[in-house]
């Protein structure tokens, strides 16, 4: 079966620290993969999405940087975290076979 | 540019009573749509989808959406609330082959009390 993990469940980080958010999907190949972000009492920003290893696509500007290094890996950076990258960070996959996309668990960041 | 509008960013409901969570888009070209849950501190869930076909999708827990192209909206509704029902719900659409970039409301907080 599809799953998807994230990790850390939690962090938190001074201000100008870097970030890495790691996330990866098993049981299906060549993905669509997504990071979104959750400000408190606001929706969904989908921030980058990738549709192949290497192939990464940013949908707002913003302090942050996303990669794939591997077929089912996407992972989230930042070289110096700001107070406002603090909220709920969603990684996403979709497949070619399906138009809904899958959620993992997601990771809350609190920057100090 | 698609957006989406979710009318009520609060619903407070007594349980067993009927809910209804609004949700409108607008869009030139077709779209598919999507209601999802999400229960505290969790990742989203998919609730039902419209992709074609009957315009009144169900999902297996009883909520219910019906695709009104000239009203652009996909209202979710229960007629019977549960405590369990207690979370947040987002809609979303994306448009047919746009590698499935969700475009989300702010999300309705329903309340289900005792």
């Known amino acids: 079966s599809q799953t998807i993990h994230q990790w850390p469940a939690t962090l938190v980080q001074p201000v100008g620290s870097p970030l890495s958010l790691e996330c990866t999907v098993e049981g299906t190949s060549n993905p669509n993969l997504y990071w979104y972000r959750q400000a408190a009492g606001r929706g969904l920003q989908l921030l980058f999405y990738s549709v192949g290893i290497g192939q990464i696509s940013s949908e707002v500007p913003q302090n942050l940087s996303a990669s794939r290094p591997q077929d089912r890996q996407f992972i989230l950076s930042s070289k110096k975290l700001l107070l406002s990258d603090s909220g709920f960070y969603l990684c996403?996959?979709?497949?070619?076979?399906?138009?809904?996309?899958?959620f993992g668990p997601g990771t809350r960041l609190t920057v100090t | 540019a698609q957006s989406v509008t979710q009318l009520d960013s609060q619903v407070p409901v007594f349980e067993e009573a009927p809910v209804e969570l609004r949700c409108n888009y607008s869009s030139s070209v077709s779209v598919y749509l999507f209601w999802y849950v999400q229960y505290p501190n969790q990742g989203l869930q998919l609730l039902l989808k419209?992709?074609?076909?009957?315009?009144l999708v169900e999902s297996i827990n009883g909520f219910e959406a019906e695709f009104n192209k000239s009203q652009t909206s996909f209202h979710l509704r229960k007629p019977s609330v549960h405590i369990s029902d207690t979370a947040e719900y987002f809609c979303a659409v994306t448009p047919p082959g746009g590698y499935n970039k969700l475009i989300f409301g702010a999300g309705t907080r329903l309340a289900v009390h005792p």
């Open positions: 996403a996959f979709s497949t070619g076979s399906s138009d809904e996309q899958y």
């Open positions: 419209y992709l074609s076909g009957s315009t």
